[in-house]
Protein backbone atom coordinates (compact mmCIF):
# COMPACT_ATOMS: atom_id res chain seq x y z
CA UNK A 1 0.00 0.00 0.00
CA UNK A 2 0.97 3.35 -0.95
CA UNK A 3 1.49 5.74 2.18
CA UNK A 4 0.88 9.64 2.65
CA UNK A 5 3.58 11.30 4.53
CA UNK A 6 2.63 14.16 7.10
CA UNK A 7 4.96 16.34 5.44
CA UNK A 8 8.03 16.23 3.12
CA UNK A 9 10.45 18.85 2.16
CA UNK A 10 10.77 19.91 -1.52
CA UNK A 11 13.96 19.56 -2.22
CA UNK A 12 15.11 19.47 -6.13
CA UNK A 13 18.42 20.05 -8.29
CA UNK A 14 18.75 23.42 -7.33
CA UNK A 15 19.46 22.65 -3.76
CA UNK A 16 21.66 20.02 -4.37
CA UNK A 17 23.36 22.19 -6.77
CA UNK A 18 23.42 24.55 -4.15
CA UNK A 19 25.54 23.08 -1.39
CA UNK A 20 28.21 22.09 -3.46
CA UNK A 21 29.64 25.50 -3.35
CA UNK A 22 30.75 26.27 -0.02
CA UNK A 23 31.48 22.30 -0.25
CA UNK A 24 33.90 22.91 -3.31
CA UNK A 25 34.91 26.36 -1.72
CA UNK A 26 36.29 24.91 1.50
CA UNK A 27 34.40 27.79 3.49
CA UNK A 28 31.49 25.96 5.16
CA UNK A 29 30.70 27.64 8.75
CA UNK A 30 29.06 31.02 8.60
CA UNK A 31 30.48 32.91 6.11
CA UNK A 32 29.25 34.42 2.85
CA UNK A 33 26.22 32.54 2.15
CA UNK A 34 25.13 33.21 5.56
CA UNK A 35 25.40 36.91 4.85
CA UNK A 36 23.40 36.42 1.57
CA UNK A 37 21.07 34.07 2.93
CA UNK A 38 19.87 37.11 6.21
CA UNK A 39 19.94 39.67 3.73
CA UNK A 40 17.43 37.76 1.28
CA UNK A 41 15.06 37.04 3.94
CA UNK A 42 15.02 40.12 5.54
CA UNK A 43 14.10 41.56 1.92
CA UNK A 44 11.19 38.83 1.71
CA UNK A 45 9.52 39.93 5.08
CA UNK A 46 10.10 43.66 4.04
CA UNK A 47 12.17 44.84 6.93
CA UNK A 48 14.30 44.32 9.81
CA UNK A 49 18.07 43.25 10.44
CA UNK A 50 18.76 39.47 10.67
CA UNK A 51 20.85 37.12 11.99
CA UNK A 52 21.08 33.34 10.72
CA UNK A 53 21.14 30.97 13.44
CA UNK A 54 21.70 27.18 13.99
CA UNK A 55 18.17 27.18 15.06
CA UNK A 56 14.60 28.91 16.47
CA UNK A 57 15.17 27.60 19.70
CA UNK A 58 18.67 29.24 19.60
CA UNK A 59 16.96 32.28 18.60
CA UNK A 60 15.04 32.15 21.18
CA UNK A 61 17.53 32.14 23.65
CA UNK A 62 19.71 34.71 22.21
CA UNK A 63 16.55 37.26 21.80
CA UNK A 64 15.44 36.57 25.77
CA UNK A 65 19.40 37.00 26.63
CA UNK A 66 19.29 40.44 24.32
CA UNK A 67 16.45 41.46 26.62
CA UNK A 68 18.44 41.09 29.36
CA UNK A 69 15.79 37.58 31.26
CA UNK A 70 17.73 36.66 34.43
CA UNK A 71 16.94 34.16 37.23
CA UNK A 72 13.23 34.63 38.63
CA UNK A 73 12.21 37.07 35.90
CA UNK A 74 8.68 36.21 34.21
CA UNK A 75 7.88 35.84 30.90
CA UNK A 76 4.16 34.62 29.61
CA UNK A 77 3.68 32.48 26.78
CA UNK A 78 0.66 30.65 25.47
CA UNK A 79 0.28 27.44 26.99
CA UNK A 80 -0.68 25.23 23.93
CA UNK A 81 2.65 25.74 22.04
CA UNK A 82 6.14 23.65 21.06
CA UNK A 83 8.02 22.98 24.06
CA UNK A 84 10.77 24.60 22.91
CA UNK A 85 9.05 28.18 23.49
CA UNK A 86 9.26 27.09 26.93
CA UNK A 87 12.43 25.90 27.14
CA UNK A 88 14.30 28.82 25.85
CA UNK A 89 13.13 30.50 29.24
CA UNK A 90 13.98 27.90 31.53
CA UNK A 91 17.45 28.32 29.92
CA UNK A 92 17.61 31.48 31.45
CA UNK A 93 16.23 30.26 35.27
CA UNK A 94 13.38 32.66 34.01
CA UNK A 95 9.55 31.42 35.14
CA UNK A 96 7.62 30.85 32.13
CA UNK A 97 3.87 32.40 32.75
CA UNK A 98 1.50 30.01 30.62
CA UNK A 99 -2.03 31.83 29.56
CA UNK A 100 -4.72 29.55 27.61
CA UNK A 101 -5.33 29.60 24.04
CA UNK A 102 -8.71 30.51 22.21
CA UNK A 103 -9.44 27.25 21.16
CA UNK A 104 -10.86 28.12 17.40
CA UNK A 105 -7.13 29.98 16.55
CA UNK A 106 -5.33 27.66 18.90
CA UNK A 107 -3.41 31.12 19.74
CA UNK A 108 -2.76 33.16 23.08
CA UNK A 109 -6.18 34.36 24.71
CA UNK A 110 -5.21 37.95 24.39
CA UNK A 111 -7.92 38.43 27.26
CA UNK A 112 -6.69 36.56 29.95
CA UNK A 113 -2.88 37.82 29.25
CA UNK A 114 -3.08 41.14 31.56
CA UNK A 115 -4.45 39.16 34.92
CA UNK A 116 -0.74 37.44 34.32
CA UNK A 117 0.94 40.41 34.25
CA UNK A 118 3.22 41.04 37.47
CA UNK A 119 6.20 43.44 39.00
CA UNK A 120 8.56 40.62 37.32
CA UNK A 121 6.72 40.26 34.35
CA UNK A 122 9.56 41.10 31.32
CA UNK A 123 8.48 39.81 28.24
CA UNK A 124 5.35 38.27 26.54
CA UNK A 125 6.03 35.83 23.96
CA UNK A 126 3.16 35.36 20.90
CA UNK A 127 3.24 32.30 19.11
CA UNK A 128 1.63 32.57 15.73
CA UNK A 129 0.96 28.94 15.27
CA UNK A 130 1.00 26.84 12.61
CA UNK A 131 0.91 29.72 10.11
CA UNK A 132 -1.86 31.90 11.98
CA UNK A 133 -0.75 35.24 13.51
CA UNK A 134 -1.49 35.62 17.35
CA UNK A 135 -4.14 38.81 17.78
CA UNK A 136 -1.34 41.16 17.74
CA UNK A 137 -2.73 45.13 18.40
CA UNK A 138 -3.88 43.86 22.12
CA UNK A 139 -0.45 42.28 23.23
CA UNK A 140 1.47 45.62 21.97
CA UNK A 141 -1.54 47.44 23.76
CA UNK A 142 -0.41 45.85 26.82
CA UNK A 143 3.40 45.54 26.39
CA UNK A 144 3.02 49.74 26.37
CA UNK A 145 1.19 49.81 28.99
CA UNK A 146 3.44 47.73 31.28
CA UNK A 147 6.35 48.37 29.54
CA UNK A 148 7.08 45.22 28.85
CA UNK A 149 9.38 43.69 25.66
CA UNK A 150 7.51 41.25 22.83
CA UNK A 151 9.45 38.47 21.85
CA UNK A 152 7.34 36.92 18.29
CA UNK A 153 8.04 32.65 18.00
CA UNK A 154 7.30 33.21 14.32
CA UNK A 155 8.64 29.42 14.04
CA UNK A 156 5.64 28.75 11.92
CA UNK A 157 4.99 31.81 10.32
CA UNK A 158 6.97 32.67 7.50
CA UNK A 159 4.81 33.92 4.62
CA UNK A 160 2.01 35.39 7.69
CA UNK A 161 0.73 38.24 7.90
CA UNK A 162 -1.35 40.26 9.84
CA UNK A 163 -3.00 43.77 8.67
CA UNK A 164 -0.74 44.12 6.24
CA UNK A 165 2.88 43.33 8.53
CA UNK A 166 4.86 40.19 8.13
CA UNK A 167 4.70 37.98 11.66
CA UNK A 168 7.70 39.15 13.31
CA UNK A 169 7.94 42.54 12.43
CA UNK A 170 5.48 43.55 15.42
CA UNK A 171 7.37 43.09 18.79
CA UNK A 172 11.24 43.52 19.60
CA UNK A 173 12.55 40.47 17.88
CA UNK A 174 10.98 37.59 15.92
CA UNK A 175 12.34 34.30 15.57
CA UNK A 176 11.68 31.72 12.93
CA UNK A 177 12.50 27.97 12.16
CA UNK A 178 14.15 26.36 9.07
CA UNK A 179 13.36 22.85 10.37
CA UNK A 180 12.41 20.53 7.60
CA UNK A 181 8.64 21.01 8.45
CA UNK A 182 8.37 24.47 8.02
CA UNK A 183 7.74 26.39 4.77
CA UNK A 184 11.13 25.82 3.59
CA UNK A 185 13.93 24.21 5.34
CA UNK A 186 18.17 24.48 5.83
CA UNK A 187 18.18 21.20 7.66
CA UNK A 188 17.83 23.01 10.85
CA UNK A 189 18.41 26.39 10.82
CA UNK A 190 16.73 29.87 12.47
CA UNK A 191 16.96 33.53 12.09
CA UNK A 192 16.57 36.05 14.37
CA UNK A 193 15.15 39.43 12.87
CA UNK A 194 14.57 42.95 14.68
CA UNK A 195 14.26 46.79 13.76
CA UNK A 196 17.08 47.53 16.27
CA UNK A 197 20.54 47.41 14.59
CA UNK A 198 22.21 47.25 18.25
CA UNK A 199 20.44 44.29 19.37
CA UNK A 200 21.25 42.99 15.77
CA UNK A 201 24.94 43.46 16.41
CA UNK A 202 24.91 41.53 20.18
CA UNK A 203 22.94 38.89 18.35
CA UNK A 204 25.54 38.23 16.14
CA UNK A 205 28.04 38.16 18.56
CA UNK A 206 26.05 36.04 20.87
CA UNK A 207 25.85 33.00 18.21
CA UNK A 208 29.56 33.00 17.89
CA UNK A 209 30.37 32.78 21.36
CA UNK A 210 30.71 36.36 21.79
CA UNK A 211 33.25 37.12 19.19
CA UNK A 212 34.06 41.04 18.77
CA UNK A 213 34.51 40.16 15.19
CA UNK A 214 33.44 37.56 13.25
CA UNK A 215 36.16 34.56 11.36
CA UNK A 216 34.68 36.13 7.77
CA UNK A 217 34.80 39.90 9.00
CA UNK A 218 39.20 38.54 10.08
CA UNK A 219 39.09 37.46 6.78
CA UNK A 220 38.19 40.25 5.02
CA UNK A 221 40.57 42.38 6.80
CA UNK A 222 43.13 40.17 6.73
CA UNK A 223 43.04 39.99 10.97
CA UNK A 224 45.41 37.33 11.85
CA UNK A 225 44.76 37.53 15.73
CA UNK A 226 41.98 36.27 17.60
CA UNK A 227 38.94 37.85 18.25
CA UNK A 228 38.01 39.80 21.90
CA UNK A 229 35.39 37.66 24.07
CA UNK A 230 33.61 40.74 25.38
CA UNK A 231 30.47 38.72 26.31
CA UNK A 232 29.73 34.98 27.50
CA UNK A 233 27.87 33.91 23.84
CA UNK A 234 27.29 30.24 22.33
CA UNK A 235 27.91 28.37 19.38
CA UNK A 236 24.59 28.79 17.44
CA UNK A 237 25.99 29.63 14.34
CA UNK A 238 24.77 28.42 11.06
CA UNK A 239 26.86 26.96 8.33
CA UNK A 240 27.06 27.84 4.85
CA UNK A 241 25.82 24.54 3.50
CA UNK A 242 22.37 25.02 5.27
CA UNK A 243 22.65 29.04 4.26
CA UNK A 244 23.03 27.98 0.51
CA UNK A 245 20.15 25.37 1.34
CA UNK A 246 17.97 28.16 2.25
CA UNK A 247 18.94 30.31 -0.57
CA UNK A 248 17.41 28.15 -2.92
CA UNK A 249 14.46 27.45 -0.90
CA UNK A 250 13.64 31.38 -0.82
CA UNK A 251 13.99 31.29 -4.33
CA UNK A 252 10.94 29.07 -3.89
CA UNK A 253 8.45 30.65 -1.48
CA UNK A 254 6.24 32.38 -3.64
CA UNK A 255 5.35 29.44 -5.14
CA UNK A 256 5.51 27.23 -2.04
CA UNK A 257 2.96 29.66 -0.29
CA UNK A 258 0.68 29.60 -2.61
CA UNK A 259 0.59 25.70 -3.44
CA UNK A 260 -0.13 25.22 0.31
CA UNK A 261 -3.30 27.68 0.52
CA UNK A 262 -4.68 25.51 -3.09
CA UNK A 263 -4.10 22.43 -0.84
CA UNK A 264 -5.52 24.24 2.39
CA UNK A 265 -8.61 25.27 0.14
CA UNK A 266 -8.98 21.73 -1.34
CA UNK A 267 -9.34 20.48 2.36
CA UNK A 268 -11.37 23.42 3.74
CA UNK A 269 -14.20 22.83 1.24
CA UNK A 270 -15.34 19.25 1.49
CA UNK A 271 -14.50 19.22 5.02
CA UNK A 272 -16.23 22.30 6.62
CA UNK A 273 -19.54 21.27 6.71
CA UNK A 274 -18.62 18.17 8.89
CA UNK A 275 -20.07 18.56 12.32
CA UNK A 276 -18.00 16.50 14.19
CA UNK A 277 -14.36 18.39 13.33
CA UNK A 278 -13.92 22.07 13.33
CA UNK A 279 -11.59 23.37 10.51
CA UNK A 280 -8.84 25.96 10.99
CA UNK A 281 -10.31 29.74 11.11
CA UNK A 282 -9.18 33.16 10.43
CA UNK A 283 -10.51 36.53 9.60
CA UNK A 284 -9.86 38.66 6.78
CA UNK A 285 -6.85 40.72 8.19
CA UNK A 286 -4.99 37.69 8.84
CA UNK A 287 -3.11 35.81 5.90
CA UNK A 288 -2.51 32.51 7.12
CA UNK A 289 0.43 30.25 5.28
CA UNK A 290 -0.73 27.21 6.47
CA UNK A 291 2.69 25.46 7.73
CA UNK A 292 0.08 22.98 9.14
CA UNK A 293 -3.60 22.11 8.56
CA UNK A 294 -4.68 21.46 11.73
CA UNK A 295 -8.33 20.22 12.87
CA UNK A 296 -10.12 19.18 15.73
CA UNK A 297 -12.98 16.97 16.90
CA UNK A 298 -15.74 19.56 17.80
CA UNK A 299 -16.14 18.15 21.51
CA UNK A 300 -19.98 19.87 21.19
CA UNK A 301 -21.07 17.51 18.46
CA UNK A 302 -20.20 14.58 21.17
CA UNK A 303 -22.48 17.23 24.41
CA UNK A 304 -18.94 18.62 25.53
CA UNK A 305 -17.48 15.69 26.43
CA UNK A 306 -14.11 15.58 25.87
CA UNK A 307 -13.57 11.80 26.71
CA UNK A 308 -15.11 11.12 24.07
CA UNK A 309 -13.40 13.73 21.72
CA UNK A 310 -10.21 12.43 22.26
CA UNK A 311 -11.22 9.01 22.14
CA UNK A 312 -12.59 9.95 18.71
CA UNK A 313 -9.46 11.73 18.13
CA UNK A 314 -7.61 8.75 19.14
CA UNK A 315 -9.77 6.03 16.62
CA UNK A 316 -9.42 8.77 13.75
CA UNK A 317 -5.57 8.81 13.33
CA UNK A 318 -5.75 4.91 14.10
CA UNK A 319 -8.50 4.61 10.78
CA UNK A 320 -5.56 6.98 8.64
CA UNK A 321 -2.71 4.98 9.64
CA UNK A 322 -4.37 1.71 8.73
CA UNK A 323 -4.94 3.28 5.33
CA UNK A 324 -1.38 4.58 4.82
CA UNK A 325 -2.02 7.79 5.93
CA UNK A 326 0.17 9.47 8.84
CA UNK A 327 -0.86 12.33 10.80
CA UNK A 328 0.12 13.80 14.69
CA UNK A 329 -1.80 15.92 16.99
CA UNK A 330 -1.49 19.73 16.51
CA UNK A 331 1.43 20.34 19.47
CA UNK A 332 1.69 20.19 23.11
CA UNK A 333 -0.41 21.44 26.10
CA UNK A 334 3.58 22.21 27.39
CA UNK A 335 2.19 22.74 31.06
CA UNK A 336 1.15 19.24 31.36
CA UNK A 337 4.54 17.92 29.93
CA UNK A 338 6.51 15.99 32.68
CA UNK A 339 9.16 18.40 33.23
CA UNK A 340 6.91 21.46 33.91
CA UNK A 341 3.81 19.46 35.23
CA UNK A 342 6.56 18.52 38.29
CA UNK A 343 8.19 21.77 38.28
CA UNK A 344 5.05 23.99 38.95
CA UNK A 345 2.65 21.60 40.24
CA UNK A 346 0.06 22.65 37.03
CA UNK A 347 -3.34 20.46 36.95
CA UNK A 348 -5.10 19.89 32.93
CA UNK A 349 -7.72 22.26 34.59
CA UNK A 350 -5.76 24.98 34.34
CA UNK A 351 -5.41 25.28 30.51
CA UNK A 352 -8.97 23.79 30.16
CA UNK A 353 -8.20 24.62 25.90
CA UNK A 354 -4.69 23.81 25.69
CA UNK A 355 -5.55 20.51 26.96
CA UNK A 356 -8.46 19.99 24.64
CA UNK A 357 -6.28 21.59 21.84
CA UNK A 358 -3.27 19.06 22.09
CA UNK A 359 -6.03 15.82 22.51
CA UNK A 360 -8.47 16.68 19.92
CA UNK A 361 -6.33 17.73 16.81
CA UNK A 362 -5.41 16.23 13.95
CA UNK A 363 -2.72 17.55 11.56
CA UNK A 364 -3.52 16.71 8.09
CA UNK A 365 -0.75 15.83 5.46
CA UNK A 366 0.16 19.06 3.84
CA UNK A 367 3.56 19.47 1.58
CA UNK A 368 4.32 20.67 -1.73
CA UNK A 369 4.29 17.63 -3.59
CA UNK A 370 0.91 16.36 -2.22
CA UNK A 371 -1.32 15.16 -5.28
CA UNK A 372 -4.64 16.51 -5.63
CA UNK A 373 -5.77 12.22 -5.62
CA UNK A 374 -3.83 11.72 -2.00
CA UNK A 375 -5.74 15.02 -0.62
CA UNK A 376 -9.12 13.10 -1.85
CA UNK A 377 -7.72 10.20 -0.02
CA UNK A 378 -7.12 12.04 2.70
CA UNK A 379 -11.14 13.89 2.32
CA UNK A 380 -12.50 10.08 1.95
CA UNK A 381 -10.67 8.61 4.54
CA UNK A 382 -12.28 10.69 7.07
CA UNK A 383 -16.02 10.70 5.66
CA UNK A 384 -15.27 7.20 5.68
CA UNK A 385 -14.83 7.48 9.39
CA UNK A 386 -17.60 9.93 9.99
CA UNK A 387 -19.95 7.31 9.00
CA UNK A 388 -18.58 4.47 11.71
CA UNK A 389 -19.42 6.89 14.49
Given at each position: ????????????????????????????????????????????????????????????????????????DEVILPAFTYVATANAIEYLKAKPVFVDINIDTFNIKTE??????????????????????????????????????????????????????????????????????????????????????????KAKSLRDHGAKTSDLQRHNNKLFLM???????????????????????????????????????????????????????????????????????????????????????????????????????????????????????????????????????????????????????????????????
Amino acid sequence: MKTIPLTKPYIDEEELKAVLEPLKSGWLVQGTKVVEFEKVFSNFIGDGYTCAVSNCTAALHIALTLLGIKENDEVILPAFTYVATANAIEYLKAKPVFVDINIDTFNIKTEDIEKKITNKTKVIIPVHLFGLCADIDPILNLANKYKLKIVEDAACALGSYYKDTHAGLFGDIGCFSFHPRKIITTGEGGMIVTKHKPLIEKAKSLRDHGAKTSDLQRHNNKLFLMPEFNELGFNYRMTDIQASIGLSQMKKVPDLLAKRKEMAQRYHDPLSDIPWIKIPVYEKNYLHSYQAYVLRINKNYFNGDMKIANSIRNRLVEYFTKNGIFTRPGTHAVPTLGYYKNKYGFKNSDFPASVEAETTTITLPLFYQLKDEEQEKVVKTIKEFGEKI
